[in-house]
Every structure is written in C-alpha cells, then in structure tokens.
C-alpha cells in the first residue's frame, strides 16, 4: 500500500508556527515512507474562517518548500460527500434530532448520553443531530503518546454530526474526507489526540478504514500556552521562511545547518536525517 499522508488546515488565519510544524512534520513522515503528501482545505465553517486565508495558507506553504502531490481538496466542495454520509447514518438509526443546548446538557457535565434527550422536540427550529454512542471502549496506538484507550460513552456521549444551522462537523467531514484521499496515516497536533476515538468509531460507522495516527506535541509559548494564529512569538513569514523553518525543525528535535540557505535544502537535510520514532512525543513545549 502506497503511504499518503495529507496537511488539513482550517481557513480561520495565516499559517502560524504551530501549523507549520503539523506541516512539517506530516511532510517528513510521508517522504520519509516514500509516499504522496496532500492537502486539504477544512474550509466548511464559514462562521470561524477569516476572509483569504485559506489562499495566504496555500500560497506561503511552497516558500516553505512544502509542495502537495495532488491538487488541494476544498471541503466546501465536498458537501455532496457529507450528505450522503450523513443520510446513511440515518438510514441505519445511528443519527438522531437532538434540540438540547448546552445549558440543556450543564447538568450532565456537558456530555449527551445514550439517547436521551432533555429538551423537548420543537417543530418551529430546526435540530443538530447526533451519533449514537454505544458503551463502549475505543483502542489505538500512536506511536509517540503511546497506547489509547477511550470510553466513547464517558468521554464524548453522543455527538453532533449535523450542527443546527446545517453545517456538518469536523469529525464527519475528516473521516469521510480522509477516506476518499485514501490517507493511510494522520501526522497532527496532540490537541486533536481527543477527537481520533470519535473518528475511529465514525469510520467503523460508515464502514471506513481506519489509518494509522501520530500526534505531535503543542507548540507551547512560554508560559505554557498554546501557540495561536495571533501569537506574536514565532512570526511565520512566507518573505522569509528560513528562520521559522529552522524553529520548526528544531521544534522536531532535527538538525538545520546554518550552512544551508535555502528551504528545499534545509528539507532533504532534514529528511536525510529524519526517523519517525525520534520525534519529540512529550505534550508540548516552549518554543518561545
């Protein structure tokens, strides 16, 4: 099997630190294995996205030296792909109304559990819908934070699909997206170790295969915060790429040669040298 690995910014900023190091570092893992590297545009909630970010992303990316193997794949094209996810959930009774706020849900620490609505049906709005989720535990191993286990029913109760304004959710835009890009390995942030049980339960749902997962620790800013689009500490700037570059690749514990003045070459030195099981695995770190 071909290894394709693939980089899924959300349009809501220019590139940050943060996500050139995910870049990065799924770039290094799909070279590395011999394999395609893709790209996708999570662009499928316009309320968070920020007016041409989604082309600065794509445009500061090549200054980089990162360059996709395939056109970029737009999730706000692929909304046919979500539907017809969505109604073969509901087909098999997986997916149901829910009308319940999170105030609805305080009560129950946030969480929606086993079917069972507290707010009444209302005819005059319109429902999100959620997955049922069974009592059940969810395994995986990811190579840098180790084994996984997650109890869907404890940790994610059932979950929205469909949000009330009929946008659909990351996880099943992911799921049925990393499926159809045949990615056989998913290199991100740590931050999203907690949505892969979801995922992975979504993908046995809609009978997916399901990759491999390999989470990199959090760019952290000196006071232990996540690195953020706004954050000021580690500038990403396609004008002059080598100094985050450098930063990114010392943030993966690889060496980049004063010596090398170029982004391609920093790149193959870095891939010369590179070993997926050396990546840094802790939880975060400062970069600051």
Request: hydrophobic share 40%; proline share 9%; charged share 20%.
């Amino acid at each position: 099997m071909i290894y394709r690995g693939r980089f899924a910014p959300s349009p809501t900023g220019h590139l940050h630190f943060g996500s050139l190091v995910a870049a990065v570092g799924s770039w290094l893992c799909a070279r590395h294995a011999g394999g395609q590297w893709l790209l996708r545009m999570e662009d499928i909630d316009p309320p968070r996205e920020v007016a041409g970010a989604a082309a600065s992303i794509l445009a500061a990316l090549p200054a980089f030296g990162l360059t996709a193997d395939t056109p970029t794949l737009f999730q706000s094209q692929r909304l046919a792909a979500y539907e017809a996810a969505f109604e073969q959930l509901r087909a098999a009774d997986q997916v149901f109304p829910c009308w319940c706020s999170r105030s609805d849900l305080a009560g129950a620490d946030g969480m929606h559990r086993d079917g069972h609505c507290i707010a009444p049906d209302d005819p005059d709005r319109p429902p999100a819908w959620r997955l049922r989720v069974p009592d059940i535990e969810v395994d995986f191993d990811d190579p840098l934070q180790g084994p996984q286990r997650q109890n869907l029913r404890e940790c994610a109760g059932d979950f929205v699909i469909r949000r009330v304004e009929g946008l659909y959710s990351y996880q099943l835009a992911c799921v049925v997206d990393d499926a159809f890009q045949g990615i056989t390995e998913v290199v991100r942030g740590s931050d999203l170790l907690d949505s892969t049980a979801r995922q992975i339960w979504l993908q046995r749902c809609l009978g997916l295969p399901t990759p491999a997962y390999r989470h990199l620790p959090l760019a952290l800013d000196a006071e232990g915060r996540k690195l953020s689009k706004s954050d000021q500490a580690c500038p990403v700037d396609p004008a002059n790429p080598l100094p985050a570059l450098r930063q990114a690749l010392a943030f993966l514990q690889l060496p980049a040669p004063a010596a090398v003045t170029s982004a391609p070459d920093l790149l193959a030195h870095a891939l010369a040298n590179f070993d997926p099981a050396l990546l840094p695995h802790c939880s975060g770190h400062s970069v600051a």
